[in-house]
Nanobody, 123 residues
C-alpha cells in the first residue's frame, strides 16, 4: 500500500519561506503523479499544486502562483514544495497526494493521501 510521508511544516512569519517534502514509500512508478492540497480551519480541502512523473507540467492554484514551486526528480518517489512569501491565509494543513497522472491529482481521482502537516503563518 502506498504510504506518503510529509515533512517540513512549522510556524513562520508573513514573508518567510518553508519547504515541504513528501516521500512515497511504495516507489515512484506506481503513483507517478504527485501534488499538494491544503485545508484551512473551517474550509474544504483545496488543490494547491501538481506535477507529472517526469517533473514537468506543473499546475498551480491561482492563490499560490508565483510564490510556490513544486518539483519532482524524474522517476523518483518524492516531491518537494518550496513556499516563498508566505501569507497568513496560507495557514492550513498541507496534504501530499499521489495518483496515476498529474491530472488525476488535480481532479482528485483515485488518490492516495498523506496524513497532513501543519503550516502556520502568523506574526
Amino acid at each position: 500500500q502506498v504510504q506518503l510521508l510529509e515533512s517540513g511544516g512549522g510556524t513562520v512569519q508573513p514573508g518567510d519561506s518553508l519547504r515541504l517534502s513528501c516521500v512515497d514509500s511504495e516507489g515512484a512508478l506506481s503513483r507517478p503523479g504527485m501534488g499538494w492540497f491544503r485545508q484551512a480551519p473551517g474550509k474544504s480541502r483545496e488543490f494547491v499544486a501538481s506535477v507529472a512523473w517526469h517533473g514537468y507540467g506543473a499546475s498551480y492554484a491561482d492563490a499560490v502562483k508565483g510564490r510556490f514551486t513544486i518539483s519532482k526528480p524524474e522517476n523518483e518517489n518524492r516531491v518537494m514544495f518550496q513556499m516563498n512569501n508566505l501569507r497568513t491565509q496560507d495557514t492550513a494543513v498541507y496534504y501530499c497526494a499521489a495518483g496515476k497522472t498529474a491530472a488525476d491529482v488535480e481532479n482528485q481521482r483515485s488518490l492516495n493521501w498523506g496524513r497532513g502537516i501543519q503550516v502556520t503563518v502568523s506574526s
